[in-house]
């Protein structure tokens, strides 16, 4: 069983900046890829920055250019650095890490972006 806590999430004014972190611990014997997802009310869930292998990354094209996605390996640990943050990245940030065979995801972080 693996178990992830996230941190980082809060309220910010358009234009600011946010770092999300994601900490996997327990029976963790390989990750094949980390990432973080964000849902709206109503809407689906949709993956927002994903890191494969520890280095292949990806990204929404709503975010490619302002946020980063990086892990520290060492750490089991993901982070998601948000910069020129917009107020239609209002979310649920979830932290979602998949391992041979299982996924796992977080319990959810609250992201505000208001004046």
């Known amino acids: 069983q693996v178990q992830l806590a996230e941190s980082g999430g809060g309220l910010v004014q358009p234009g600011g900046s946010l770092r999300l972190s994601c900490a996997a611990s327990g029976s963790i014997s390989s990750i094949n890829a980390m990432g973080w997802y964000r849902q709206t009310p109503g809407k689906e869930r949709e993956l927002v920055a994903a890191?494969?292998?520890?280095?292949?990354?990806h990204y929404a094209d709503s975010v490619s250019g302002r946020f980063t996605i990086s892990r520290d390996n060492a750490k089991n640990t993901v982070y998601l650095q948000m910069n020129s943050l917009k107020p239609e990245d209002t979310a649920v940030y979830y932290c979602?890490?998949?391992?041979?065979?299982?996924?796992?995801w977080g319990q959810g972080t609250q992201v505000t972006v208001s004046s």
């Open positions: 979602n890490v998949e391992t041979p065979g299982s996924g796992y």
């Open positions: 890191i494969i292998s520890g280095q292949l990354t």
